[in-house]
C-alpha cells in the first residue's frame, strides 16, 4: 500500500511540473489580474490537499511569493512608518494589491498546515515566520504612529493566523518553536520587551478573532518555555536565556490581557487562557506574583480561575483551573514561603492550608479522577457518552483514548498537588475510594504489559487513530520534570511530537501506539500512589494489599530498553513495526518510555519501602530487592563496557570517576540507591540478603561518581547500613571507603553530602569497643575533622550538630578515647561556647558530649570534672536548668548528676 502511494505521488509530481512552469511564468508578470488569477488558481490547488503542498512547495514559488510580499507590502509599511507626517494623507495604494497580498498569506497558511516536511522548509529554509513577525512587527509601529488605525486588518489577521498555524501544527516539532522563539524573544537593545512580542501586545487591541491566534501563539510559546525551564539543560547560557524569556512574556502585559478572555462564551478560548497561566506558574514566583496582583474589573485573577472549578464548567476547564491553582502553590513553595509574607493579601491562598487548595482544589482533583476512571471501565457504553472530552461525533474509541489522556492528565495534576504536603496526602488517603479507583480500574484493568502474540495481533485489529486536543497529554511530565530534572533530549522530542496531538485520517491505530499509551497511563498513576503513600501507612497497606499490583509493578521494574542488552522485551514487538511508518514510531522512542515507567514503579517502591510493616512483610516474601539488584548489576556492567573501550590515559585513577551513564540511567540510580537506604536500615529484614549480593562495594562505588543525588544517596545508605551495625560490616566499609576518603567529602561545597558524610562517620564511631579501635589508627584526623566543620560557616545548622554528636560518641569511649578531646582545650572550649547557641539542637548535643566526658563511672572522671568547671561548662549548665525545652532540660539534668568529688571505681560498667 505504502508503494502505491509513492508511485502515485511521484507520478503526480511529473504530471505536474509541466503545469508549474506557466504558473511561474504568470507570476512575474506585472499585469495585477493575471498575477491574482493565478495566486488563486495555488491557492485553490493546495488547499486541503498535502500532494499539491509537496508538488508547488519549491523555491522558485516561495521566493517569487515573498518577493512580492517585500516589494508590495513590506515595502509600502516602510514607506508609511517612516514618511513625514505631513505626508500622511499623500500615500494610497489599490485595495487590489492587498487582496493579492492577502491571498499570498493564505497560500503559506495553508503550507503551514501540511506535513513536518512542509513546516520545516518553511521554517528553516524560507524563514516564513521571520517574515509574519515583520509584517506584524511595521503595523504595530503604525498603529502606535496613527491610533486605531492599520493600513489593512485583513492582513494583519492573516499574518498572524498563518503564525498562529505555523505554532498549533499538528506535525511541529520543538526545534521548529525554538526557532520561531528565538525571532519573537528577539531583543532590541533599545526597547525593555523584545521588538515582536511588544509587536504583539500592541495587535491585540483591534479585534476578537486577532487575540485569539495571539493566545494561541503565547500559550504554545509559553508551554515550550516551561518544558526548556523545567529541564535545566546543561548550558548555563540556555538556562539564562530560557528565564530571560519567561521573564518577558511576564513584563509584556498578557497575564492582564488574556484576564479578559476568561469571561468569553467561546469554552476553547477560556481552556486556552487557563493553559497559559497553567504553563506561566509552573516552577516561577514571579509570575504567581503577577497573577495574584492582577484584576480584571475589580475580580481578582485568582478569583476568575478558581470559578472554573465549578462542576457547571465542562472537565477540561475544571481540570486546567485546579492545574493553575496547584502551579501556584507549588511555585510559591519553591521560592519558601517563610520569607514572605503571608499576612498580605496576596499570598492568603497560595499554601497548602488554605481552603481553596483544601476545600476545592483537591475535592475537584479527586472527583474527576473519579469519574474518568470508571468512565474507562464502561467506555464501550453510550450511557457515558455525557463524561466524555471527545465531540459529539468521535467514536466510541477515539473518546476512550481522549479520556485516558485526560485521566493521565488528572492523575499527574493530583500527585503534583500532594506531593510536598503530609496533609494533603492524608486528605485523598482517607479518602480509600481513590486508592481503590486507581488500583482496580486503572492498572488492573488492562492486560499485562509483556502480552502474547495472539493477544498483540487481536489487539491490533479496526483500530482507529485517536485525535488528541492539543498539549492535552503533555502536562503529566511537568511532573517528571520536577521530580527529576533530567530527562534527555529523545524523551523530550518524543512526548512533544508523537503523542501529544497527531491526527491520522483513515489509518489504523496500531498496537505500539496502544501500548504507549497505556504504558503512560500506568506509569503517572504509580507516580500518584507513590505521592499518596508516601506518608500514609493505611495508603501503603491497601496498595500493598493486591497481588496483581506488586506484581505489575515488579514486571514494570524489570522492563527493558535502549539503555540495557539489545534482546530485551520490545523486540517481541519488531514483527509490528513495519506496519508502523517511520515518522509514527520508533524503537528508540519506543524504548525511551519504558525509562519513564520504571521511574514511577520505584518511586512507588520506595513510599512502600518507607514502611517497617512492609519491609517486614511483602518485601521479604515477594523479595522485590531482586529486581533491585539485578538492574544495578545491570547498570554497572554496562557502564563498565564503556570503560573498557576507554584509552589508558582515560583509565588514569581519578578522585572521582567519569561516569558514562545517561541522564535517564542517573535519574534509575538515584531513586535505586534511595530504596536500599530504606531497605539496609537496621530493623529490615532484607539487609543480610542484600549484603550477600556486595552491596557495601556497589554503595561505595556509587559514592565516586559526580551526580549529586547519587553521592548524596549512597552515602546515606551507608549510613543507614552502619547504624548499629558489628564490627565486621563496619571494616568492610571502611575497607572499601578509606577514613582519607571520608574527610576528602567533608571539604565538598555541598552541605547535603558533609552532613550525610559527618552522619556515616557517627554511626561507624558508635560502641565503645568500636570507638577505641577506631580512635587508636584515625584519632587525630577525626579530631582535626570536627574541629574544620565547627569551625566552618554552614547555613545549616544541623551540621554542626552532627559534628557534636560525633564528640559525643567520642566521649562515650574509654579514657584514652576521652583524652583525645580532654587534651585539647581549644576544642573543649568550643563546645562550651555550643551550650549557649541559639539552636536547640546543638544545644543538646554539646550537652550530650559534655555528659558522656564527666560520666561519673569512668576512669578520670573527678579529673574531667574539674577541667571543665574551671572553663565554666557547670556554671552554663546550671543556667540551662531554667530551659523550657524538655529534651534540653533532662539532657541538662542528667549531665549536672554526674558531676561528683567521688572517684568512680575502676570495676565499674563503661556504658552510659
Sequence with gaps: MDQEETIMRLSAEIGYDKSIEPMMKNLHCKEIQILADTIAKIKNLIIGNNKYKTIYLRDELINRLVELINDLYINYLLVLVNRDQNQQNEILIDEKFFDLINQILVILGSFSLGNIDHLQKLILKYKIHQILFNIIELNAIYLRQI??????????????????????????????????????????????????????????????????????????????????????????????????????????????????????????????????????????????????????????????????????????????????????????????????????????????????????????????????????????????????????????????????????????????????????????????????????????????????????????????????????????????????????????????????????????????????????????????????????????????????????????????????????????????????????????????????????????????????????????????????????????????????????????????????????EKNLISILIAILANLLIEFSPCKETLLSDDVIKILIDFVNYKNKSIRINSIWALMNLAYHADQKIKQQILAEMTFDRLFQLLTENDEILVLKTLGLIRNLICNRPHIDHLMCFYGTRIIQAVIMVLESDFSDKMIKEQALCILANIADGTNSSKEFIMENEDLLRKINSFLTDNFTEIQVAAVYCVSNLVNINDEGALERQNKLKEIGAHRILQKLLHSNDPILFEKVKSALQQFSTNVPSNNMSSLF
Excluded at 449 to 468: D, E
Excluded at 634 to 653: F, G, H, I, P, W
Aim: with cysteine.
Design 147 to 664: 491610533k486605531d488605525n492599520v493600513p489593512n486588518l485583513k492582513i494583519i489577521e492573516t499574518s498572524v493566523r498563518t503564525l498562529s498555524n505555523l505554532y498549533s501544527s499538528a506535525q511541529i516539532k520543538s526545534e521548529l518553536i525554538y526557532q520561531m522563539d528565538s525571532v519573537l524573544y528577539q531583543v532590541d537593545n533599545e526597547s525593555d520587551l523584545p521588538v515582536n512580542l511588544k509587536s504583539l501586545v500592541d495587535l491585540y487591541q483591534l479585534n476578537n478573532p486577532i487575540k485569539h491566534y495571539i493566545l494561541n501563539i503565547v500559550t504554545i510559546s509559553a508551554f515550550n518555555l516551561m518544558i526548556s525551564s523545567s529541564i535545566k539543560s546543561n548550558n548555563e547560557k540556555q538556562n539564562e536565556l530560557n528565564a530571560r524569556n519567561r521573564s518577558y512574556l511576564i513584563k509584556s502585559n498578557f497575564i492582564f490581557l488574556f484576564a479578559g478572555l476568561l469571561i468569553s462564551i467561546q469554552s476553547k478560548i477560556q481552556l486556552n487562557c487557563l493553559k497559559f497561566y497553567a504553563y506561566m506558574s509552573f516552577e516561577c514566583l514571579e509570575s504567581v506574583k503577577t497573577i495574584l496582583n492582577t484584576s480584571y474589573y475589580d475580580c481578582a485573577l485568582l478569583d476568575l480561575l478558581s470559578s472554573f472549578l465549578s462542576r457547571e464548567n465542562n472537565t477540561e476547564l475544571q481540570l486546567y483551573s485546579a492545574k493553575c491553582l496547584t502551579n501556584i502553590c507549588r511555585s510559591s513553595l519553591i521560592s519558601k514561603l517563610d520569607d514572605m509574607d503571608l499576612d498580605s493579601n496576596e499570598f492568603k491562598l497560595v499554601n497548602f492550608n488554605s481552603k481553596l487548595i483544601k476545600f476545592k482544589v483537591l475535592p475537584t482533583l479527586i472527583r474527576l479522577c473519579s469519574t474518568y476512571s470508571y468512565y474507562l471501565k464502561n467506555s464501550n457504553s453510550s450511557k457515558y457518552d455525557y463524561m466524555s472530552i471527545g465531540s459529539s461525533g468521535t467514536t466510541i474509541l477515539n473518546k476512550k483514548f481522549l479520556n485516558i489522556f485526560f485521566l493521565i492528565e488528572i492523575l499527574s495534576t493530583l500527585s503534583y498537588l500532594v506531593e510536598l504536603s503530609s496533609y494533603l496526602q492524608q486528605t485523598a488517603s482517607c479518602l480509600e475510594q481513590i486508592i481503590h479507583q486507581i488500583v482496580s480500574d486503572v492498572l488492573l484493568g488492562y492486560n499485562s504489559l509483556n502480552s502474547s502474540h495472539n493477544n498483540l495481533k487481536l489487539n491490533n485489529k479496526n483500530k482507529s487513530v485517536y485525535n488528541l486536543n492539543k498539549t492535552s497529554c503533555t502536562s503529566l511530565f511537568s511532573l517528571f520534570y520536577l521530580y527529576y530534572n533530567q530527562f534527555s533530549n529523545q524523551s523530550i522530542f518524543y512526548l512533544l511530537n508523537e503523542h501529544q496531538y497527531k491526527v491520522y485520517v483513515g489509518k489504523k491505530f496500531n498496537y505500539i501506539e496502544e501500548f504507549i499509551v497505556y504504558k503512560r497511563l500506568i506509569s503517572v498513576s504509580f507516580q500518584t500512589l507513590a505521592c499518596l503513600a508516601s506518608n500514609s501507612e493505611e495508603s501503603r497497606r491497601v496498595v500493598s494489599d493486591s497481588p496483581e499490583l506488586l506484581a505489575r509493578l515488579i514486571e514494570s521494574i524489570e522492563i527493558k530498553d535502549d539503555s540495557f542488552d539489545l534482546d530485551d522485551d520490545f523486540d517481541t514487538l519488531t514483527s509490528y513495526m513495519d506496519a508502523v511508518p517511520n515518522e509514527v514510531v520508533n524503537a528508540d522512542e519506543f524504548k525511551s518510555d519504558a525509562t519513564l515507567l520504571r521511574i514511577s514503579s520505584l518511586c512507588l517502591l520506595h513510599s512502600l519501602s518507607r514502611s517497617v510493616h512492609q519491609l517486614r512483610t511483602k518485601f521479604l516474601d515477594s523479595k522485590l530487592w531482586n529486581c533491585i539488584i539485578d538492574l544495578i548489576h545491570r547498570l554497572k556492567a554496562k557502564n563498565y563496557d564503556v570503560e573498557l573501550n576507554k584509552s589508558d590515559e582515560q583509565m588514569e585513577v581519578q578522585a572521582e570517576k567519569e561516569d558514562d551513564f545517561s541522564l535517564n
